[in-house]
Structures are given as structure tokens and as C-alpha cells.
């Protein structure tokens, strides 16, 4: 991780059934219905009613604002 380094993301709608468990189906799962472009470092889901970010593919995702943290809702 390099704090200076802009990391490039691919925001997707969609999310887990189950988003509260974290179970190695969902690696398969992820693979086959979720792709990423070869450039982009990560895949954001979120939610397409609300605009909240639920989660990313293979990483915790959380945002700096003004000073302020903000993380993936869940």
C-alpha cells in the first residue's frame, strides 16, 4: 500500500447474498459473476437504490474526505 499512489477502482452494482459471512464460495462466486478490467486495481460494489458502497471484491474499502474516515456501510 503507498498512501500517494491513486489506485484505480471499477464501481459495479451488486452485492453478496449473505454479506454478513465471508465463505470461500464466495471467491468462485465473485470470479464468475464480477469481472475487473486488467488496469483497474479494484472492483467497488454498491448499492444501485441507495448509492451506498457495500464492499470490494478482495479488499476493505474506506475513504479519506476532508479529514474524515469514511468506510463501506455493513
Known sequence: YD???EYKCFLLPGQRENPTT???NWISIR?????K???VEE???FDPDT???LEGLSSNIF???H???YRAVG
Not at 31 to 35: L, R, T, V
Open 3 to 5: 498512501p500517494c499512489h
Open 22 to 24: 465471508k465463505s470461500t
Open 31 to 35: 470470479n464468475k459473476k464480477f469481472q
Open 37 to 39: 478490467p486488467d488496469d
Open 43 to 45: 472492483v467497488v460494489l
Open 51 to 53: 448509492l451506498e458502497i
Open 63 to 65: 475513504a479519506e474526505i
Open 67 to 69: 479529514g474524515k474516515i
